[in-house]
């Protein structure tokens, strides 16, 4: 099978300091891919530059198979890259449906739309309840509602929804379940594999052990800006993932 994403001897230095230094990987359609590491390994300057907020010093991704080259976000997104980073990046002050549609905005039929400019409202609301109901986020039902007033958990949700909605190929989360609870980050890795059901190739960056063993496919472990190995979670505990991770131990020994 044609890898979905693959990226191949990717380099990125700043300065002296070296990001990444020769890093490959393949992610597949429905297939979670986790990212571990410890801080300073490389973790966020890979998905950086697949996500094309970086541009790379060295190297190549590929796109089912095809060269493709990601100048801006804007670029991997039309790609079909959808990333969610730890941030959020959601416009508390907005509601639901105009987060869900930030930056995509639908107008109008006819002439209010195409020359007054005057946006869709009642159809990007349904179409936000839609989407939310398809991924099974019950807990949302008012698409009105301001996003500074959903918990942290649904705020999560949100998020991933916009890149579930848009990320035709592939999404990128970037620990989605940092700062939420055992419930909330219980309802955040459901989505996971749910989004995984529907086809969608997902690199899952986290430093929570138990939860990557419980939704990864493949484990990609980083270390000092390369790749330590890949792992799968049938095949070794998080004890032997962390000393991979630390250096305590390595693949080949």
Known sequence: MTPRLEARGLVKTFGHVVGLAGVSLELYPGEVLAIIGDNGAGKSTLIKCLSGALALDEGEILMDGVKVEFKSPVDARRAGIETVFQTLAVAPALDIASNLYLG???RSAGPLGRILRKLDTRGMRSTARERLTELGIGTI???TQKVETLSGGQRQAVAVARAAAFGSKVVILDEPTAALGVRESGQVLSLVKRLRSQGLAIILISHNMPQVFEVADRIHIQRLGR?????????YTMEEAVAIMTGATTLDA
């Open 104 to 106: 995509r905005e639908v």
């Open 141 to 143: 039902q008012d698409m």
């Open 227 to 235: 790749c330590a190995g890949v792992i799968t979670p049938h095949g």
